[in-house]
């Protein structure tokens, strides 16, 4: 039966059934096409059919398709290895499998190659679940020829490839908006940054005049040293602020750093956040290493330690029933690459597109939107790059690309002590707090 036979209010599967003139590897390659031989896994129990349908392909356009044969699921899902599949043949009535059960093992093994359903009838309840579940195509055994086989494939990897380019161009035009975005919040966060760093100059400062008073009472003391406590913990966001949406100055000192040595340091650091407070919420979480020496990379050490001990306790929070971290660290020329790997609940599209942006959170009251977002400024700052690959279910990998192999570009001058004598100083600045606290501090 032909699409154009069924009945207007039932869903058609989509079988494309064109016209195809066959392409020699020059027009693909020119197209953006795959070159040589197409690697097609065909699995059918049938071994009259298997031969049937691999001497079809075979013969079909000199030779244009390359076979592997499997009789059963549990055997095709261990030649599904990534990148060694252009095309699935899925036979719908396995021995070990039936129907939309079956695509949806292959796709979860791995949903790159587009797959082509066979069915022994016209069953077609079935294919229009089929073709839901993610078929590019569904064919009839019996009404199989050469020329058919070949279109369907042909059409499948064309379908795939070309909305996979598309779904790379939509990502592009999403996270160019995104990039736009994250500057626009960075013009803000330099504003809000400036004005609450005014407000706190002179608690600050205040705050350290009344402590060194040497006759000052103990009930004084202790509510001034919160206070000051209190303002250096605000200080320290307007710090992280500071860090997504500043660009690094000429001047800036930065050092070679060995990553190598600095991310073996970081179980230590972290380890009252993986091992002791997760052992307390009934959570098993472990943390592996899988590190090369790589060239060192410029910048600042702080910063760095900063950025992947962000990327460490990140991950502990996305594992709420525990799991494992895996840092890896890898010399990929000109640039070093370092991944943080966890195995919790991963992140939807949303997520990943918009966790970077500064007080975005998915933790609620627990959470401060500014962890990844500093993560974020410090690359950005060194010249690098961080990826995030996700999936609900599946765990998120972090990638950090930092340029290797720099040696510093500048160097802080000694400090040298002199003896000054009693200096005129000219103070501007546009806040009369701060002028006033600055004020009096120079003064005493």
Known sequence: MNISDWPEDETPVPVLFNRCSKISDANRERLGQPTGKFKVLLV???PIQSRRIQGFLLDVEHGA????AAGLLSEALDHLAPGHIDVVLLDMSLPDSHGTATLRTVLDRDPKPPCVALFDND????MAEVALAGAQDCLVKRQLDPGLLARSLRFAIERMRRKKAERSVARTQYELIQQERLRALGTMAS?????????LTPILGYSEMLLSAPDLPEKIRRPIEMILTSAQDAAHVVEQLRLFYQQPSPDEHLTPVNLHDMVLQIPDITRPKWRDEAQRTGRV?????DVEETPCSLGNPWQLRELITNLVLNAVDAMPRGGCITLRLRSLPPFNLL???DTGIGMTEEVRLRCFEPFFTTKGATGTGLGLSLCHGIVQRHGGRIEIETALGRGT???????????PTSVLAESVEVDLPTLRVLYIDDDPRVRTVISDMLKQ
């Open 44 to 46: 059918e129990d049938d």
């Open 65 to 68: 398709f390359e076979v592997k």
């Open 123 to 126: 069953d077609r309840d079935l």
């Open 191 to 199: 504003g809000i940054a400036h004005d609450f760093n005014n407000s």
């Open 285 to 289: 979480i472990d943390l592996k290493l």
């Open 339 to 341: 991944e943080v790997s």
């Open 397 to 407: 990998t972090f990638r950090v690309y930092l340029p290797a192999g720099q040696t």
